[in-house]
């Protein structure tokens, strides 16, 4: 079975910072990274930041700097520290597989949490 759990979003001042939590269960996350993606409204899901099994990171040119992925695999969990927040920074965050089309090949469907609101306005 697989579960993802995104949480800790809200409404912060630009500037302001923030930190994700993305619960995963599900055997198929102990062999792929997991990214941090997000959807504003009207544009696509678009990958933020990858954290492989081992721990090793990478991430898009737009939070490059801002934002810090860590993964705990001893608790299934992968956080995303959000700096420097800026208004374009909002969106609906989610955690998946990187690429999602992994956990869609395990289940047969695509598969995406319910994620976490993070709104930047002052």
């Known amino acids: 079975q697989v579960q993802l759990v995104e949480s800790g979003g809200g409404l912060v001042q630009p500037g302001g910072s923030l930190r994700l939590s993305c619960a995963y269960s599900?055997?198929?996350?102990?062999?792929?990274?997991v990214g941090w993606y997000r959807q504003a409204q009207g544009k696509q899901r678009e990958l933020l930041a990858i954290?492989?099994?081992?721990?090793?990171?990478a991430y898009a040119d737009s939070v490059k700097g801002r934002f810090t992925i860590t993964r705990d695999n001893a608790k299934n969990t992968v956080y995303l520290q959000m700096n420097s927040l800026k208004p374009e920074d909002t969106a609906v965050y989610y955690c998946?597989?990187?690429?999602?089309?992994?956990?869609?090949?395990?289940?047969?469907?695509?598969?995406w949490g319910q994620g976490t609101q993070v709104t930047v306005s002052s």
């Open positions: 998946n597989t990187d690429p999602p089309e992994v956990v869609a090949g395990h289940l047969g469907y695509d598969y």
């Open positions: 599900g055997s198929i996350f102990s062999m792929y990274a």
């Open positions: 954290a492989t099994v081992r721990g090793n990171t």
